[in-house]
């Protein structure tokens, strides 16, 4: 792995169909755990990292402190990280020389977390009254090295990196300014968006589809944001700016979805979702399609139960779309 390249490959969550075949995720969401041991074994080894007087006794202090300790969800991570090419340890070091501002600016960002457990569970709830059928992780959240914002692990849990969430005013950011990693600044969410991204992730666990083609993609990330929207009655962190523009703009946008769907291209999907913000448009805005796709089909649906889990199960995304009627809104039929 060359060191040149200074960290963020730029990582989101796989959507696939491994969570729901595993054991891990419990029907009971008053079961969940919430694992935030790592988070604090991060900032006690952090402080601990001062007194290093050489690389290797930060190595060791590091390993002692943070890696040894390592819940069950991060060393799953780390182990695979590592068969990726990465040193863990040498990449930890580097992101803390690197960017020392910005992690010395989210320590109690990340420690609080603790304090949204509540809403986060809440939440759970409210979406196993929605779908009897959902199963939920257990979370962890650790601290990584800028590289992965959240995952699903193959045993059945969800790992957040938190030092992505930890945006707010007092958020030191100026360290990647001017460099190619300038873009990491968009990347990082607003830390009040946190509960909203997690609740949004356990939805991706109830998928029963494994078309990945850019309807099935779409509609699978509106609807978690959907689902979402509807337990926690609004919307937080980035969504709030998303929706301001997806409403402004909402015809051209359908249109162009439109013609990228007629058109067929297999790239066309980064146009919508995994960007890295470098287009003529706000990234990501596949989610917003997604959204109204599943708000109309929802609305007009009879049986409301029904339509919940038609929606989240996206097993035929081209059937939701024609009875959603969402093309019509527009004078169009499809
Ligand atoms: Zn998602």
Partial sequence: MKKAVLLFVYFYFAVNGAVYATSNPKPDPGRVKFITSDVDNFWKMHARLKKAKTYEDSVTTLKKYYLDKASSGLKEHLADETKKGFEVAEWYLLALKSYPKFFASIKQHTLSINQ???????????????????????????????????????????????????????????????????????????????????????????????????????????????????????????????????????EKLWKLFKSDLEGGKKDAIYRWL?????????????????????????????????????????????????????????????
Avoid at 120 to 133: D, G, R, S, T, V
Avoid at 287 to 303: F, H, L, M, P
């Fill in 274 to 334: 995994y960007s890295d913000g470098s287009g003529d448009m706000p990234r990501d805005l596949g989610y917003y399609i997604g959204y109204k796709i599943a708000e109309t089909y929802y609305a007009q649906a009879t049986d409301k139960k029904q339509a919940i889990v038609d929606i989240i199960e996206v097993a035929d995304a081209d059937k939701i779309l024609e009875q959603s009627g969402y093309a019509n809104k527009f004078g169009a039929t499809r």
């Fill in 116 to 250: 949204q457990k509540k809403a986060m569970q809440a939440a759970m709830i409210k979406e196993k009254e929605l779908n009897p059928n959902a199963v939920f992780p257990d979370i962890y959240f650790v601290v990584g090295f800028i590289n992965t914002p959240g995952r699903f692990l193959n045993s059945g849990s969800i790992l957040i990196g938190t030092e992505f969430y930890a945006l707010t005013a007092t958020t030191d950011t100026t360290e990647f300014a001017g460099t190619p990693f300038a873009v990491f600044t968009e990347a990082i969410e607003p830390l009040d968006g946190l509960p909203f991204t997690v609740v949004h992730e356990t939805i991706h666990a109830q998928h029963r589809t494994d078309r990945k083609d850019l309807l099935t993609s779409v509609l699978k990330e509106g609807v978690a944001d959907f689902i979402t929207y509807l337990t926690m009655g609004e919307f937080k962190g980035g969504t709030v700016a998303m929706h301001a523009y997806g409403n402004a703009n909402e």
